[in-house]
């Protein structure tokens, strides 16, 4: 949660002066709670490594390819999405982050592990978090969970609840899931998902394979059909 007892600073706007204040000092706003009542883009400044402690942002924020970002906030709420794709230098995010959007980690190949207690409401993309073996033992996700070339990736949380699809093509390494998983749509997996075997119990809508015209399909499945284990073949290419 964001420290209300720190005395606020609210931008309505960022000018090109507050905005290289931000990136050159970023330590001058930590004992306050810095407000930024619009968006805010910071993608492809490489030279970006933090950002003040306490961050509230009433829209978007990109941070995309900001590869010499390591760390983030302390405390950090934003209305809208967080995008940090090719943020390669970023290990793991902070225990107080309130995303109102989804969260894009796509490509951020040096994250190796997520807080406890991340809040998103929207879906969370880990595509190609290479570095990734593990979630926390509590994960809920209110919406998808992508997962998608994350190939270390060895275990899922015993209870992991996702409100969407849970989406695994290219997850080599992950070769069972748990019974107790609940998945509100579907799962997605590929013929690269190093799954061996699927219970029947599981709390899922479905099961689709994508791509699954590049592996022998069995004949008595058509394109759309659902088998007895409930696998929907279909081409997403």
Wanted: some cysteine; proline content about 4%; glycine content about 8%.
């Amino acid at each position: 949660m964001l420290n209300q007892s720190k005395r606020e600073i609210v931008w309505k706007k960022v000018t090109p002066r507050r905005l290289n204040l931000l990136v050159q000092h970023p330590k001058k706003f930590d004992n306050q709670l810095l407000v930024i009542e619009n968006s805010l883009d910071l993608s492809g400044i490489t030279t970006l490594t933090s950002l003040p402690k306490h961050l509230y942002l009433e829209g978007d924020l990109n941070l995309s390819n900001c590869t010499g970002l390591t760390t983030l906030p302390e405390s950090l709420a934003v209305s809208g999405t967080m995008v940090l794709q090719g943020c390669t230098g970023l290990i793991t995010l902070s225990e107080n982050i309130l995303i109102g959007g989804c969260i894009n980690l796509i490509d951020c190949t040096g994250l190796k592990s997520l807080p406890d207690n991340l809040d998103v409401n929207g879906c969370i993309n880990l595509s190609g978090c290479t570095e990734l073996i593990s979630l926390p033992d509590k994960f809920q996700v209110n919406n998808d969970l992508i997962l998608k070339d994350c190939r270390n990736l060895e275990s899922l949380p015993k209870t992991l609840k996702v409100g969407g699809y849970l989406v695994l093509p290219g997850c080599t390494k992950l070769n069972e899931l748990p019974e107790d998983i609940e998945i509100g749509k579907a799962i997605i997996i590929d013929g690269k998902t190093g799954l061996t075997s699927i219970s029947k119990n599981l709390k899922i809508g479905g099961i689709l394979f994508e791509n699954f015209f590049n592996k022998e399909r069995p004949d008595n499945e058509k394109e759309g059909s659902t088998s007895n284990n409930r696998i929907t073949w279909y081409n997403a290419a």
